[in-house]
């Protein structure tokens, strides 16, 4: 099995330097079986998001194709489907895929992130802010 690093994915995504874009696309098309981690998605989107300015759901769009090519394995392919769900529905990818990276054996998620915690809510997850230290 063959891993990429980011830099690939984004080649691949964006298209935006024609020798590395084809041998992006060339690499991720024709090699049999190549496995992506969880933390080059998250620098996927980061990147695309912070560097390229892309709206949420061409981000989304780009994770989407790039994990259902069908010689692609994803680490915890579970986990991600379930993170790219609820960025799907406003909450901040790497949040998300934090939370579903930890859920599978734990209670609740504590954050001091109010954002996170908001929309964590608003999306039913078991998502909340320590208790205050009393004297």
Sequence with gaps: MTAVDTNILV???VNDEPTQSLQA???LKNTDAIFISKTTLLEFEWVLRS????????ILHSI???CGLPNITVESAWQVAQA???YSKGL???DALHYY???TSVEKFYTFDEKFIKNGK???LQIGKPDPILD
């Design 64 to 66: 989407l194709t790039i």
């Design 25 to 27: 696309k060339t690499l």
């Design 122 to 124: 608003l999306l039913n």
């Design 84 to 86: 790219c769900e609820l």
């Design 92 to 94: 901040d990818f790497a």
């Design 51 to 58: 560097a390229y300015k892309l709206p949420r759901e061409s």
């Design 101 to 103: 990276s930890a859920n």
């Design 11 to 13: 080649r691949y995504a």
